[in-house]
């Protein structure tokens, strides 16, 4: 079966620095979506990306699909603790699939 | 709107009972998924209905794990008999799924603790 895999696992970074995580499949993905999960929280849907090479962005959130559909990223830019969570991408067809995510720890 | 709501939010049970987890997801959304999360094993995709039809239930660990959609504001997930390796949080998400958009959103979580 499809498989989204995401690295890295873990992220740590002193506040105010860049993060990046990124998801890559096997298979040419349909879409891809990130959600965002808080420490004891649920996943919260972000963002989705439809076309090849697409970038979207979110205040500090930049979020790129990949021309072969197969791989995308998010980074966030400046960080602050408010970022702390996990970042899970989700790729495929009508069901996604999602990656295990990368937890983001932000040291003040 | 609510959101998904799940019940009970905590549930800490013995091994061999029954355990049902409740969920009731947004009005007008037609597709609705089951999943597990753990450490071990992330985000697991358990069963998944559209318009209250089960689709794919690959998921389900074992027969031990059942779930129906009776109509469109109503899902039940149970497991009979409970087994300690069931411990962990288990989502329900709603979508309204039209051609590949099929933003989820999730309920709060039921914490399952099987001892």
């Known amino acids: 079966g499809q498989q989204v895999m995401q690295i890295p696992q873990y992220q740590h970074v002193q506040e105010g620095e860049d993060f990046t995580t990124y998801c890559n499949s096997s298979?040419?993905?349909?879409?891809i979506q990130w959600y965002k999960q808080r420490p004891g929280g649920h996943p919260v849907f972000l963002i989705q990306l439809v076309k090849s090479g697409e970038v979207k962005k979110q205040k500090r959130l930049t979020f790129q699909f990949g021309e072969a559909k197969k791989n995308s990223s998010l980074h966030i830019t400046a960080t602050q603790t408010t970022d702390v969570g996990t970042y899970f991408c989700a790729g495929g067809s009508y069901i996604p699939t999602f990656g295990r995510g990368t937890s983001l720890i932000v040291h003040p | 709107d609510a959101g998904v709501i799940q019940s009970p939010r905590h549930e800490v049970t013995e091994m061999g009972q029954e355990v049902t987890l409740r969920c009731k997801p947004i009005s007008g959304h037609n597709s609705l998924f089951w999943y597990r999360q753990t450490m071990m094993r992330g985000l697991e995709l358990l069963i998944y209905f559209n318009n209250n039809v089960p689709i794919d239930d690959s998921g389900m660990p074992e027969d031990r794990f059942s779930a129906k959609m009776p109509n469109a504001s109503f899902s039940t997930l149970k497991i009979q008999p409970s087994e300690p390796r069931d411990s962990a949080v288990y989502f329900c998400a709603s979508s309204l799924c039209t051609g590949f958009e099929c933003e989820q959103y999730f309920g709060p979580g039921t914490r399952l603790t099987v001892t």
């Open positions: 298979t040419t993905l349909s879409n």
